[in-house]
């Protein structure tokens, strides 16, 4: 079955009242028929949800869904994004071991690599996304993950997915792919090569800014791993925001389709824009790295960084002008939303980190909505003005 089926098809099994659409299930835990179905469950020798910590009917339909569209074989839910990332990495980390991670990486995850997992003697390189050939020579005899987002928060830049799973595979090493930004509907990681795939469900999965919860998927062997580690440590997905993912999947083909073509009118309208000195989206031409998203993704996405003349006086003033769009730290919303990366999702990366990242103080990143076109580009002509 296609994409669009399976996202709309795939539900728990229906219960003695028939529904015709997937019921909250809203408690903590499951009751038992007997003492001997308890021993059973609790060992493992039946597959039954136990306690909603472990597992919840509305967040196994939302996983099986996602294990669907990313050609995985399993997945874990998580309550955030970050939750998800950082779970995923612990898991597989041991005192004295070594991360390879491209430079152009979410704000948090940064955080993550460079002030807390260093306590625990976890040590991560960065290597310039731009710059692939450096990868190998930043490989040591203790790297154990090889991590990328792809496209690139804030910057949009782009890898090639199969150039790092022959990596992957020739130094024995995870390859970890935040997808967050295109979507299973965009690019599949894993059929590149890539172990685990993680999202953060808040952004495009959701698609209406409602809830949090991240996800990841990959083989049976390596997601039983991160159950384990995340079934004891609580960063459970809540069932309604499972719920309200599931549902948002239903449509997820259509908005991203939808999301993607705006975006690229957006882009080709900002690229021929006086007042705008750099666009970066997969789809222009112009991308440095356009081949390689033209090879592995179907679309370009709702995501456009991009620089006004006059840095970052003038990007401040773009933000301040802007009257239709949201001013937010999200993205992946119906509504279209700018954000000042330097100030806020990267605002704890200093000026050397803001430069090896390829973030410059003036870059503007803009999730583009489902607005009609025609408005959102009145709305960026006037915020010009």
Do not use: C
Not at 139 to 153: A, C, R, S
Not at 172 to 190: E, G, R
Not at 296 to 302: R, V
């Amino acid at each position: 079955m296609k994409k669009e089926t399976l996202a709309i098809r795939n539900q728990t099994e229906r219960t003695q009242y028939l529904e015709h659409s997937t019921p909250l299930f809203l408690t903590s835990s499951f009751v038992f028929e007997d003492a001997e179905d308890m021993r059973a469950s609790f060992a493992e020798e039946k597959d039954r949800n136990i306690y909603s910590r472990f597992s919840n009917p509305n967040v196994s339909e939302f996983i099986e869904k996602m294990v669907l569209l990313e050609n995985a074989e399993d997945g874990v839910g998580f309550a955030t994004g970050m939750a998800a990332v950082y779970n995923t990495l612990v898991t597989f980390l041991n005192s004295g071991d070594h991360i390879v991670s491209a430079s152009s990486v979410f704000g948090s995850t940064h955080t993550l690599f460079t002030k807390y997992l260093p306590k625990w003697n976890i040590e991560t390189t960065y290597f310039n996304i731009s710059e692939p050939e450096t990868i190998e020579s930043k490989i040591q005899p203790n790297t154990k993950i090889l991590f990328v987002e792809t496209p690139t928060n804030p910057g949009v830049e782009i890898i090639d997915l199969e150039f790092l799973g022959d990596l992957a595979k020739k130094h024995n090493l995870l390859l970890i792919v935040d997808n967050t930004f295109a979507t299973p509907i965009i690019q599949n990681p894993i059929d590149f090569g890539a172990h685990l795939v993680i999202h953060s469900a808040t952004k495009l999965i959701d698609g209406q800014g409602r809830a949090l919860g991240g996800v990841t998927v990959g083989s049976k062997e390596l997601i039983r791993e991160i159950y384990l580690f995340s079934r004891n440590t609580g960063p459970s997905l809540a069932p309604f925001n499972a719920w309200i993912f599931s549902k948002s999947l239903e449509i997820l083909s259509i908005r991203v389709e939808k999301h993607s073509e705006n975006a690229l009118k957006v882009a080709q309208f900002l690229e021929s824009h006086p007042a705008v000195s750099s666009v970066k989206y997969p789809f222009l031409p112009s991308h440095p790295q356009y081949q390689i998203a033209k090879k592995q993704m179907k679309l370009g996405g709702n995501i456009i960084a991009f620089e006004l003349n006059g840095g970052k006086d003038a990007g401040k003033k773009f933000i301040d002008s802007i009257k239709l769009f949201s001013i937010s730290a999200n993205l992946g919303d119906t509504r279209t939303i700018v954000t000042h990366p330097a100030t806020s999702t990267h605002s704890k990366l200093n000026a050397t980190e803001l430069a090896e990242a390829n973030l410059t103080e003036g870059l503007i990143r803009i999730s583009v909505g489902l607005e009609h076109i025609d408005d959102i580009i009145t709305e960026l002509n006037t915020a010009f003005l």
